[in-house]
């Protein structure tokens, strides 16, 4: 299974900042998606990032406030751009290995 | 469109006792299904999943869960619940093969008491 690493682990932002969280995976991936899980909520997916394509957005989500970033097979980012207290929220990332997702430990963000 | 429901938001047990907690799902063909774990400050561990075949699966850590299709239900078991279970359970229902578009239900968390 993918070992998958986050960075940061958590962080305290401003509104009207923007916060880049990075995501390493062990080996070589296709596919890789970023969720966002709000206080009490469940996860919820914001995009597909496929390296060597654009990434594809859920219903609710935009580039403009998400943009994200695919390098290579092992490496994606997601920006939260323009932050508001609204996007306090866990950010993980996951890849598909098999027919299974395996996840990151995710990034604790508050916004103040 | 696939939905999931877990209709428990918070559940305790005893150290010891067995536990269940449920899962419903809505999807028009044979669904993918995924029991996750989230330890505070973790992120998710698959616990079993199903895709076919026998409808007991059995997972890690002594759990497992069984598929009834007729109740549309992916309840997840233990026998022997240990404090170390103290977590957040996600059930998931995927689109199926080579699809990796999951669906979330909203969680259950459980709480172990000594």
């Known amino acids: 299974s993918a070992v998958i690493s986050q960075k940061p682990s958590r962080d305290i932002c401003q509104r009207g900042t923007s916060l880049t969280i990075q995501c390493q995976v062990d080996s070589q991936v296709t596919m890789m998606f970023w969720y966002r899980q709000q206080p009490g909520q469940s996860l919820t997916l914001i995009a597909t990032?496929?390296?060597?394509?654009?990434?594809?957005?859920e219903s609710g989500f935009v580039i403009d406030k998400f943009p994200i970033s695919r390098p290579n097979l092992t490496f994606s980012t997601l920006t939260v751009s323009n932050m508001s207290p609204e996007d306090s929220s866990i950010y993980l990332c996951?890849?598909?290995?098999?027919?299974?997702?395996?996840f990151g430990p995710g990034t604790r963000l508050t916004v103040l | 469109a696939q939905s999931v429901t877990q209709p428990d938001i918070h559940i305790t047990v005893s150290e010891g006792a067995s536990l269940e907690l449920r899962c419903n799902y809505s999807?028009?063909?044979?669904?993918?299904l995924f029991w996750y774990v989230q330890s505070p400050g973790q992120g998710l561990q698959l616990l079993l999943k199903?895709?076919?075949?026998?409808?007991l699966v059995q997972g890690i850590k002594g759990f497992e869960a069984e598929f009834k299709r007729s109740q549309s239900s992916f309840n997840l078991r233990k026998p022997s619940v240990h404090w170390s279970d103290a977590a957040e359970y996600f059930c998931?229902?995927?689109?199926?093969?080579?699809?990796?578009?999951?669906?979330f239900g909203k969680g259950t968390k459980l709480s172990v008491i000594p």
């Open positions: 990032a496929n390296q060597g394509s654009e990434a594809t957005y």
């Open positions: 998931a229902v995927g689109e199926g093969a080579g699809s990796y578009q999951l669906t």
């Open positions: 199903y895709f076919s075949g026998d409808t």
């Open positions: 996951s890849v598909g290995q098999g027919n299974e997702q395996f």
């Open positions: 999807y028009g063909a044979t669904p993918y």
